[in-house]
């Protein structure tokens, strides 16, 4: 099974993470209860033959939770907060600017309208988004972390901040340089959700001097992709289905959706940039028809949100509207 694409490749890693976390639950022999610093990855990719023959017994159909079309369990009804996340590697420290940060908060909190109504789709939800960052310093003497260990710092945040289970969840920007190695952007991966004792999405950042536009695919199809898979999966347990990898970038080139300025919807493309001007972007959200398809056909990634939560044909682009500075 792999856990992660060659290197000119982008994904999500969150169902490779499910499988790694069902594999503990069902199989200790092939992923152990303490995940290696290493990550996942490093089990179940290892070079000894034999894991293969493992793997594909432990993954054989009836052994695992059938992929569904629609939402088992609830969807996310809540607060998106972002952690200030500051990495000290030595005697340097890594973490995004304050600039930068504003940016990605500003455009999840003009991201979440679209996405809880691509959502609603698959069930009630709500989204708001907290202007507030919450601070997160942490100290990573090898540069070299792994899931497990931003569990722990999301389970440090909601204590030291009293956040409310059930109704917050974190969002966690990881900037260039410290290595989370579920989630290694030299293969690849944008992101990942998953669940501590309160959910929470985890997204590399590949550059800085963010626009809300990003021009230069630098957060704005993670982050939007994470965000409405986490709200969708908010158990991140095979319950719920991924809403988002039908769509790309998973299963196909990614299928976005633009926005002007105040979230009218512009159109789809899987061309970026597109022929005409935007305010933003977000990860295609799949029809619940298609969920399971892997690529989904386009006609179930291009389409408007829709505004009662069903989803309908896709909409003619609206007028260009300009691109935000």
């Known amino acids: 099974m792999a856990m992660s694409p060659p290197p000119t490749e982008k994904s999500c890693a969150t ?3 499910k499988l790694a976390r069902h594999l503990q639950r069902s199989r200790p022999d092939i992923v152990p209860p303490v995940e290696p610093l290493s990550g996942f990855a490093s089990l179940l990719e290892g070079s000894d033959p034999s894991m293969k023959f493992v793997l594909r017994d432990a993954l054989a159909p009836g052994k695992l939770p059938v992929l569904r079309a629609n939402a088992a369990g609830p969807l996310f009804r809540g607060t998106l ?3 200030n996340l500051a990495v000290s590697v030595g005697t340097k420290t890594f973490g995004l600017g304050a600039n930068d940060l504003a940016t990605a908060t500003k455009f ?3 991201a979440v309208g679209p996405i809880s109504k691509y959502a609603g789709q698959y069930g009630p939800n709500a989204l708001a988004v907290d202007p507030t960052a919450l601070p997160l310093p942490v100290s990573v003497p090898r540069g070299v972390y792994n899931d497990s260990t931003l569990q722990t710092w999301v389970d440090q945040l909601v204590r030291a901040n009293s956040l409310e289970p059930g109704s917050t969840a974190i969002v966690v920007l990881s900037p260039p340089g410290p290595l989370n190695t579920d989630a290694d952007p030299s293969r690849g991966v944008l992101g990942y959700h998953g669940k501590a004792s309160i959910p929470y999405a985890f997204v590399n950042v590949t550059g800085a001097e963010l626009a ?9 199809l993670a982050l939007s992709h ?3 898979e986490m709200t969708v999966d908010p158990s991140a347990d095979l319950a719920n289905p991924e809403v988002c990898d039908p769509c790309g970038p998973n299963c196909q080139a990614p299928i976005r959706v633009y926005f002007d300025g105040t979230a009218a919807y512009l159109g789809s493309s899987s061309q970026f940039p597109p022929s005409f001007d935007y305010g933003f972007f977000l990860n295609a959200v799949v029809q619940p028809a298609s969920a399971t398809q892997c ?3 386009a006609s179930a990634c291009a389409y408007a949100p829709p ?3 069903s989803s309908g044909p ?3 682009p609206a007028a260009r509207a300009a691109r935000p500075k």
């Open 108 to 110: 999840a909190g003009l």
């Open 314 to 316: 896709p909409a003619a």
């Open 212 to 220: 809300i536009a990003d021009p230069t695919d630098r957060f704005a």
């Open 295 to 297: 690529p989904a056909p």
């Open 81 to 83: 907060r972002f952690a």
């Open 15 to 17: 169902r490779s993470l």
């Open 226 to 228: 994470e965000i409405a």
């Open 307 to 309: 505004r009662d939560g």
